[in-house]
Each structure stands twice: as structure tokens, then as C-alpha cells.
């Protein structure tokens, strides 16, 4: 049985981390973990990320509904009960509207990004070498959740390789099996991706 209060402390601080790395300006992006089979706890609609409180915390069942009438979560609730439907590993989703995540997704939208050659590959769970090709698919932004849910649903359903995907021009989404875990991923990405970005600048 998780301890419900250590679990709003850990998004809390999961929320004072992206802040200190401006990863979620602007009361952007959304943070969650899983409380069981059937409950989210997810960050309320329009709250700042560096300062997160129990209140700014709401829980939402595994369809993304809230469970008090007077709450609303985030628009993008639907696709953490994606992940954490589909990962059984899943404690905890980090959605990030960072620049690099946001600038580099703008050449490719729809589509994918390879990472090949980089040692931080192996932060990624399950990856042992650098030449060990990562995969993260992007989708086009959409407004319509329930249209962009389709989309993600089927990479979620497949079983990705690398716990993330990005929404061009948007921001990333990852997520793992701890709190550690979860950071990793999101760090990692974001790491990957200002590579990328300086890397082509550099070939041009
Ligand atoms: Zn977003």
C-alpha cells in the first residue's frame, strides 16, 4: 500500500526539480504517479511547477475522471492514464514543455527521433551500449486529446523500447518505476535532445 502523503511529497519535489531546470515555465507541463490499479494523482490545471503544494495535487481514476467535482486536472490527464495503463511499470510521469524538447520537435513533426552513439543512452532502463539505437516517436500537436490518445495509444500498446515520446513543437513525455528512475529518463531525454540540436548546428 503506497503511503499517499509521501507520494504527493514526491511529485512536489519531482515538481521543484523540472522547475530548477525551467523544464515546465509558464505553469506549463504536468506531473503524476500512480496510487494503485484504479487512481492517478495528477497536478491540477495551471499550477507552477516549482511550487507545488498537496492542494495543486488532484487524484483522478484510471479513465482520467476526478474524483472531486470541483477539481480540473490537467487537458492532458488522458494520456498519463494512457501510460500508466499500458506500462505496469509506471509509478510516475514527467511531461516537460522544455525548449529543447519543444525547438527541436519542430522539424519533425510527425515522425521520429533516433539517438545512436550517445553514452547517455544507457540511462534509459533496459539499453547496455551506446550502440544500441533509440527510438522516440513524435506525433503532431493537437488540441483534441482524445484524436492525439489514438495516436499514442498504439506506440503504448506495442511496448516502446525508450520510456518517452514527444508532441512536436509541445514538450516529452517520460516516465519509470521510481521516483530516481522517472528523473533519469526525463534528464537523459532532455540531455539527448540538446545534443541533437547542437549537433546540427554544428553539421551546418
Ligand atoms: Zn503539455
Known sequence: ?????????????????????????????????????????????????????????????????????????????LLHTLIYGHIPGARYVIHTHSVYGTVFSRVIWNGEIRFKNYEMQKAFAGVTSHEQEIVVPVYGNNQDMVALARQVNEYLAAGPQCPAFILAGHGVYTWGGSVAEAKRHSEALEFLLECEYKSCLLLK
Open 1 to 77: 500500500m503506497t503511503d499517499l502523503n509521501q507520494l504527493k511529497q514526491n511529485v512536489i519535489d519531482i515538481g521543484r526539480w523540472v522547475d530548477s531546470h525551467h523544464w515546465c515555465p509558464a505553469t506549463s507541463g504536468n506531473l503524476s504517479a500512480r496510487i494503485d490499479q484504479q487512481r492517478i494523482l495528477i497536478t491540477v490545471s495551471g499550477q507552477a511547477k516549482g511550487s507545488l503544494t498537496a492542494d495543486s495535487l488532484m487524484e483522478v481514476g484510471a479513465e482520467g475522471k476526478p474524483y472531486a467535482a470541483e477539481q480540473r486536472p490537467s487537458a492532458e490527464t
